[in-house]
T-cell receptor, first 113, second 116 residues
């Protein structure tokens, strides 16, 4: 399976703290993305990092990518209650005729006041 | 307009029913996708359409039949489903698939399907 593994499976923190989620994958990728999903809803794209990039920032988000270790991390700084959601890494694989998006197992983040 | 819409939001059907899920986007995207998501699991790719042609079928049972009538619409026809097919069905779109230029996918809110 090309599915990525994420840890932790669940994370509970207080508002203002930082949250770090890790993603490991098995095969080579073109790029890696992170998505957020509020309970039972559609996914929202957060950030994309290409295979030749090592770090990327967007607002309170910081993503790193280590292709030698086949791993990525998502850091959310100064978390807010509204950040409560499930977070998925997603790997892009180009097959030659089409590209496929394969999601990691997800981290459920709970931010309490 | 960066919205992908899906109808209906909820659907309850019996195992002998025929129903359809609908997805629409007006972003000019030429790639559209169907995903299935079970509770507390990640989305799993079912089908990919590129320029209105089926590009990827992830060995989905024939009781699920996708259709792309035009570049803005994507349907998923359902027939003789099983209770284990109950899930959240998500539609997504992206700019195109040429040369691996697959970037952001925009997801709809999903259709919550229950098969009795």
């Amino acid at each position: 399976s090309q599915q990525g593994e994420e840890d932790p499976q669940a994370l509970s923190i207080q508002e203002g703290e930082n949250a770090t989620m890790n993603c490991s994958y098995k095969t080579s990728i073109n790029n890696l993305q992170w998505y957020r999903q509020n309970s039972g809803r559609g996914l929202v794209h957060l950030i994309l990092i290409r295979s030749n990039e090592r770090e990327k920032h967007s607002g309170r988000l910081r993503v790193t990518l280590d292709t030698s270790k086949k791993s990525s991390s998502l850091l959310i700084t100064a978390s807010r209650a509204a950040d409560t959601a499930s977070y998925f890494c997603a790997m892009i694989h180009f097959t030659g005729t089409a590209s496929k998006l394969t999601f990691g197992t997800g981290t459920r983040l709970q931010v309490t006041l | 307009d960066t919205e992908v819409t899906q109808t209906p939001k909820h659907l309850v059907m019996g195992m002998t029913n025929k129903k359809s899920l609908k997805c629409e986007q007006h972003m000019g995207h030429r790639a559209m996708y169907w995903y299935k998501q079970k509770a507390k699991k990640p989305p799993e790719l079912m089908f990919v359409y590129s320029y209105e042609k089926l590009s990827i079928n992830e060995s989905v049972p024939s009781r699920f039949s996708p259709e792309c009538p035009n570049s803005s619409l994507l349907n998923l026809h359902l027939h003789a489903l099983q209770p284990e097919d109950s899930a959240l069905y998500l539609c997504a779109s992206s700019q195109d698939l040429d040369s691996g230029r697959l970037d952001t996918q925009y997801f709809g809110p999903g259709t919550r399907l229950t098969v009795l």
